[in-house]
């Protein structure tokens, strides 16, 4: 009994990895900026995937949102050791690895504010303290942030 | 909860909520929102497929390898699982009861091990020692005896053979 739930959990999981892998692993690139570290990670995210195959695939929900929420959870020490999202200079390496169109065609504070919670995991709480603007205009931005990945997706 | 739902569709909450930066308080306001108002929970369909569609456009093939370090550990899972004895599962099962529909499992210290202070090793080490002591030193005296009655018993003997003489 145990034993085939196991089976079609990896099964499952294995339905997941073909459909989702390459996006998460996009997702992990941009933030780690190592191949190598960036593989051990998606590992580790589908390793930890059986555990959370319920919430996951819960019907209604988004499953590439539930995906990217774990792989956000399984970055969390990782975003700690990453320095903060500078967008003055395209040429360091703080920006995503490959190029991104999303990115290149958002304003500096866009950029800025859209790099450092989705690549660099941090809260808005934090980011508002650390820009000293409200929250409320950290949110705001973030929103017109995602209006132009719409324009441009 | 009276909420302008414009205004709250507006206010970035939602992209807070997908973008995974939102606070307990705030994606449980998502989620009893996106039940309450369609226009809510349109908004963040529509969000969910554009985090989606920018994701599709940054992916990254995984390497050829990836799968098989993946499906080697939930292998082991599956060997860890059978190899669990029938007695721990159905002490598991008794273990595990249910609660307004939640599963609690209730953990019980049965390990068969006694944790001692650290300074019990000195004393634990003495004594092995002292007991050598004394194992060396009984040796000793029971082949010293030996050899002494041995003597002895040679000596009774002499004195008998004189005797007769």
Not at chain 1, 32 to 45: G, I
Not at chain 1, 95 to 103: D, H, I, R, S
Not at chain 1, 109 to 123: D, P, T
């Amino acid at each position: 009994m145990i034993q085939q739930e196991v089976l079609t959990n990896t099964a499952v999981t294995r339905a997941l990895y073909d459909e989702y892998a390459g996006l998460l692993l996009g997702y992990i690139y941009e933030v780690v900026k190592d191949k190598e570290l960036a593989e051990q990670y998606l590992v580790s995210v589908f390793n930890e995937l059986p555990r959370n195959l319920h919430q996951i695939t819960r019907p209604g929900l988004n499953t590439y949102h539930q995906l990217q929420l774990l792989t956000r959870k399984m970055l969390a020490d990782y975003f700690e050791t990453i320095p903060v999202c500078k967008t003055t200079d395209p040429e360091k390496n703080y920006l995503p690895g490959t190029p991104n169109k999303f990115l290149s065609v958002m304003t500096k504070e866009q950029r800025l504010i859209f790099c450092s919670v989705h690549y660099h995991g941090k809260s808005i709480y934090v980011l508002a303290a650390e820009m000293n603007m409200p929250e409320e205009v950290i949110k705001k931005t973030l929103l017109q942030a995602f209006a132009t990945i719409r324009r441009m997706a | 909860m009276k909420v302008d739902i414009q205004q709250y569709i507006n206010s970035g909450a939602l992209e807070t909520y997908i973008i995974g930066a939102a606070t307990p308080d705030e994606e449980q306001q998502v989620k009893y929102l996106q039940n309450q108002y369609p226009e809510v929970k349109y908004a963040l369909q529509q969000l969910e497929d554009d985090f989606e569609d920018m994701a599709r456009a940054m992916a990254v093939t995984p390497p050829p390898g990836a799968w098989n370090k993946i499906e080697s550990e939930l292998n082991n899972l599956i060997t860890r699982q059978q190899t669990i004895p029938d007695v721990f599962n159905k002490h598991q099962q008794n273990n595990t009861r249910q609660n307004n529909g939640q599963q609690y499992i209730e953990v019980e210290a049965e390990s068969s091990h006694m944790k001692v202070h650290k300074n019990w090793k000195w004393v634990f080490t003495a004594v092995f020692i002292l007991s050598k002591v004394f194992l060396i030193c009984a040796i000793y005296f029971y082949l010293e005896n030996r050899q002494a009655q041995q003597q002895i018993q040679e000596l009774k003997q002499e004195l008998k053979v004189r005797d007769k003489g």
